[in-house]
């Protein structure tokens, strides 16, 4: 992955016509008939993406995962532009991403890169609210650092290089989402792990560095979802890639991302700070992110 510091990606521009109607109609969870792959296809029409004819078949890894398509794109499209959706209307609170997350990275149990608060409305009903790393476009984090340990990637990860972070914490006080954790005691034992230590596979985290939500970065190259996508059982967390607008959640839904968004009044979380994240939600019965309290 090259390092920039900006990024202008921005959600498709649509299009996609023959879309099975109910992945056209409302942006339903469930794309019916019409399988990943030809959704792919149709999508990546829509948005003249011809190259996509390299697109292959989902893939599912030796543990089950679901996996999402690879694909076999030129040089000019050569890059993802990873993003996030979460659709509030499901989630039951079960914080299994939270385990997940946290197994997968041998987090300590204070360490939730992917934190489900509950959350009070207006009616003072409850409702829960899956936090992870907002993958700002404008992330305030990255510029603050004196030694330039945090960087965003070309496909919209923002990352951090432990072997650079000096534990000043400041990027930790910057970041209007509270996604950032320090690590002030030394990390759990780890057994072999599927990829070298490094800012797209922090594990083992370090000792007096700051660590976060990463999207889990190294195994999306591989075509596997993150592992909170994964192991959400009622399919609340979608990977979305905005280059092809689509986004796909870990119990076998695909959806056309933009119209997903647009048709189920999708909002970012925390707007006004400008930082303009790539996590979009889905409120669904009216939660109002910006006003609602944090009830726990
Ligand atoms: S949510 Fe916080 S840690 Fe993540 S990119 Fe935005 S400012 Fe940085
Ligand atoms: S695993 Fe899914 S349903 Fe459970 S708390 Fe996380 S997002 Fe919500």
């Known amino acids: 992955m090259t390092r920039i510091t900006t990024d202008t990606g921005q959600i498709g521009a ?3 016509d023959d879309l099975n109607p109910q992945v056209a109609d409302g942006g339903k969870r469930h794309s019916g008939s019409l399988g990943r792959r030809e959704f792919l296809l ?3 029409g829509g948005l003249g993406l011809a190259a996509l004819a390299g697109v292959t078949e989902e893939l599912v890894g030796p543990s089950g995962n679901s996996q999402l398509a690879s694909m076999s794109v030129p040089e000019q499209v050569a890059t993802h532009q990873w993003a996030m959706v979460i659709d509030l209307r499901y989630c039951n609170g079960c914080k299994l991403c939270t385990a997940g997350c946290q197994a997968a990275h041998y ?12 959350m009070r409305n207006a009616a003072g009903d409850t409702y829960h609210m899956p936090r992870p790393c907002m993958m700002c476009e404008d992330p305030p ?4 650092c004196p030694v330039s340990a945090n960087f965003r990637t070309d496909e919209g990860l923002v990352l951090v290089d432990q072997s650079r972070c000096i534990g000043t914490r ?3 006080n910057s970041c209007p989402y509270e996604a950032r954790y320090f690590n002030w005691t030394s990390p759990l034992a780890v057994a072999r792990q599927p990829f070298p230590q490094e800012p797209e596979w922090p594990v083992p985290q370090v000792e007096g560095t700051v660590g976060k939500c990463i999207f889990c970065a190294a195994m999306l190259p591989s075509g596997q979802l993150p592992e909170c996508v994964t192991r959400c059982p009622m399919g609340v967390l979608y990977l979305g890639d905005l280059e092809a607008d689509v986004a796909v959640n870990g119990i076998g839904n695909t959806v056309k991302l933009s119209e997903f968004i647009a048709d189920n009044d999708g909002v970012k979380f925390k707007e006004s700070y400008g930082t303009h994240p790539r996590v979009f939600y889905i409120p669904g019965h009216g939660q109002d992110l910006e006003a609602d309290a944090d009830a726990t």
């Open 170 to 172: 400041i990027c930790m």
């Open 14 to 16: 649509g299009g996609g």
């Open 107 to 118: 987090l300590h149990q204070d360490q939730t890169w992917i934190r489900v608060f509950t």
């Open 141 to 144: 984090c990255v510029p603050v």
């Open 42 to 44: 149709t999508a990546a």
